[in-house]
């Protein structure tokens, strides 16, 4: 049975740092595509970041570009993603995801087979 776990959530203030990370179990990883997804009070979810290829091919939403980093474990069935200067507008749960890597869209919601149950993450200002 695959599952993914998020951990690392919190609280924290704005201008500060979290990182969140996602352990993946049930089956081998290393060729999926994994991402982060978020969803804030009252939208809809949206793309963060995703990587497929062990991590060698990368995007990011721009509204996270050049603050948040996306990156796998040794093993690549752990997943990280390291968030620097955090806004309210971060505020959400944030999801792990994975997908067979296939396709245009293999970095959107639509592209994804697994999903966690995300983990919170609220900026104070």
């Known amino acids: 049975q695959v599952q993914l776990v998020e951990s690392g959530g919190g609280l924290v203030q704005a201008g500060g740092s979290l990182r969140l990370s996602c352990a993946a179990s049930?089956?081998?990883?290393?060729?999926?595509?994994m991402g982060w997804f978020r969803q804030a009070p009252g939208k809809e979810r949206e793309f963060v970041a995703a990587n497929r290829w062990s991590g060698g091919e990368t995007y990011y939403a721009d509204s996270v570009k050049g603050r948040f980093t996306i990156s796998r474990g040794n093993a690549r069935n752990t997943l990280y993603l390291q968030m620097n200067s955090l806004n309210s507008e971060d505020t959400a749960v944030y999801y792990c995801a994975a997908g067979s890597g296939y396709g245009t869209s293999w970095h959107l919601d639509g592209g994804m087979d697994y999903w966690g149950k995300g983990t919170l993450v609220t900026v104070s200002s």
């Open positions: 049930g089956r081998t990883f290393r060729n999926y595509a």
